[in-house]
């Protein structure tokens, strides 16, 4: 899920438009997707949609308040946790992270790769996820390649072994690179580090450091492969190699840990993103470190402007914006906040990777895509944007 970038203009972003909210989001909607919904916030003003249905077999709707796995949106509650460590000075940034995980990250490697760089991905170390799954590595073609979703439904892996798999991998870089490359196992890493230097698992530190100090209810990582509370189905189509997609709302969630397996709601990712660019999470020495960013290249190959786990994304006439976005089997999730706090928006999505792809393998355009580009124009920016339609 992209929000787009361009240059930021002056203009500020309008008041909250109810009815073009919802005509946006009935819009993702009609361009295929089951269902979608998310809370805008403006200077105290909220708003929350829904559109669509959890469930294709019932017609069950999708409702506002609803749980989500949220995806790599994990990697920000990850990167505060981190900074409060090294506000106690039990973590340095700059330090090696051989000096804490020498067997995970032993030898030269170890002693190049820095704290700092997991944090931004300019370790070099790659993604485990295509080793995890091996038959995606076919992806976006061949008829076996869903086969590594189902065998892993209800695996548990266990965190040194999927970097095992990332750092056994041939390296994308040298450490310290100035364009960074996107990989989850930079953050199974950190998970790691908390572990060693707080003495608690990692989802217990975080959850009680962070998401309970940012005043969220509804936040947790799962201690199984189901969802607590309502939730939709999550419906992944797999680039049409799965038609009609298929459900993996219950999915073992170890393979991507503090990487991305939190679930949320809307609500509390605008809660949370609130909190921490008011300084409530870290200090704001930490949160300038954070928001010190450098190009990273993302899975899909776009360029992002990444920090210490938060994106910067400049909307044309409506400002700066912080934030993440993510996805799992089935799930997507975005959810940016303007700089000054002053406008949120947090959208949920229950299908992904709806892109088919032509014959030399490569994902084609969607309506999808315009849609969500159209509903994040709408509710980061009002009408001080002109609207481009649906294509």
Not at 163 to 171: D, F, K, Q, T
Not at 181 to 210: F, H, M, P, Q
Not at 237 to 243: I, K, N, P, Q, S
Not at 307 to 320: R, W
Request: aromatic share 6%; proline share 8%; net charge neutral.
């Amino acid at each position: 899920m992209s929000l787009g970038t361009g240059t930021a203009l002056a203009n500020p972003s309008a008041a909250l438009d109810p009815r073009g909210l919802t005509s946006a989001l009935d819009g993702v909607h009609r361009a295929g997707v089951p269902g979608v919904f998310g809370e805008v916030r403006d200077a105290g003003r909220t708003w929350r949609g829904a559109s669509g249905v959890a469930d294709l077999a019932t017609g069950r709707p999708v409702t506002p308040a609803m749980r989500h796995r949220v995806g790599s949106v994990t990697k920000t509650f990850t990167a505060a946790a981190v900074m409060q460590q090294v506000e106690q000075g039990r973590i340095r940034l700059d330090a090696p992270v051989g000096d804490y995980l020498p067997d995970l990250v032993p030898g030269e490697r170890g002693r190049k790769i820095t704290v700092r760089m997991l944090l931004n991905h300019t370790s070099g170390i790659p993604d485990y996820i295509p080793y995890a799954f091996p038959s995606l590595q076919g992806l976006p073609a061949g008829p076996d390649v869903p086969k590594s979703l189902d065998d892993n439904r209800f695996r548990q892996f266990r965190p040194a072994e999927l970097i095992e798999l990332g750092l056994s991998a041939p390296p994308t870089g040298e450490p310290g690179n100035p364009t960074g490359v996107y990989s989850n196992t930079n953050y199974l890493l950190l998970g790691e580090l908390l572990e060693r230097v707080t003495g608690r698992t990692a989802e217990e530190y975080i959850t009680r450091n962070v998401i309970e100090r940012a005043g969220l209810r509804q936040t947790r990582f799962p201690d199984g492969p189901r969802i607590e509370g309502p939730h939709s189905r999550m419906y992944e189509a797999l680039f049409g190699l799965l038609d009609p997609p298929r459900d993996y709302s219950v999915y073992n969630m170890s393979w991507t840990g503090t990487g991305a397996a939190l679930v949320s709601t809307m609500d509390d990712l605008n809660r949370f993103y609130a909190a921490l660019l008011d300084g409530r999470v870290v200090s704001r020495t930490s949160l300038a470190q954070m928001q010190r960013t450098i190009p990273v290249i993302a899975l899909d190959g776009s360029t992002i402007q990444y920090g210490l786990g938060l994106h910067k994304v400049e909307m044309p006439g409506c400002g700066t914006f912080w934030g993440h976005d993510g996805t799992v089997w089935g799930s997507g999730t975005i959810s940016f906040t303007r700089a000054d706090g002053r406008r949120q928006m947090s959208v949920a999505v229950n299908l992904q990777r709806w892109h088919r792809a032509d014959a030399a393998g490569q994902p084609q355009p969607h309506p999808i895509d315009g849609a969500l580009a159209d509903l994040y124009r709408e509710a980061l920016c009002g009408d001080a944007h002109p609207r481009t339609g649906n294509p």
